[in-house]
Nanobody
Framework: QVQLVESGGALVQPGDSLTLSCYAA????????RAWFRQVPGKEREFVAV?????????NYAGSVEGRFTISSVNDGNMILLQMDNLTQEDTAQYYC???????????????????WGQGTQVTVSS
């Protein structure tokens, strides 16, 4: 089992930057993919970004955040970060950290790809 706890959500203004953190505990050696999703009320949870691998890593981003968001990990992969720049109101959502034990090039953007989830942290972008 892997436990994930997010932090860093806040109320910010358009154009601001914010970094979300996700601390992983438990059988973290099982993690191969580390991802962020987000969800607004009434909509499905959507993929934001994924970090694939351990020693050597690669990333994928949703088109809506590419160039503005950066996913990374520190502490031997047990802390997963999401640096968010140039935030817009459309980025307002509950953000969730997720971890999986494998990587599928065809399905990494689906929630079913990930076995472990955090409880979420709220990001609100408003002037």
């Amino acid at each position: 089992q892997v436990q994930l706890v997010e932090s860093g959500g806040a109320l910010v203004q358009p154009g601001d930057s914010l970094t979300l953190s996700c601390y992983a505990a438990g059988r973290t050696e099982d993690m191969y993919t580390r991802a962020w999703f987000r969800q607004v009320p009434g909509k499905e949870r959507e993929f934001v970004a994924v970090l694939v691998g351990n020693k050597v890593t690669s990333t994928n981003y949703a088109g809506s955040v590419e160039g503005r968001f950066t996913i990374s990990s520190v502490n031997d992969g047990n802390m997963i970060l999401l640096q968010m720049d140039n935030l817009t109101q459309e980025d307002t959502a509950q953000y969730y950290c997720a971890a999986g034990t494998y990587y599928s090039q065809n399905y990494y953007y689906l929630t079913s790809h990930y076995a472990y989830w955090g409880q979420g942290t709220q990001v609100t972008v408003s002037s």
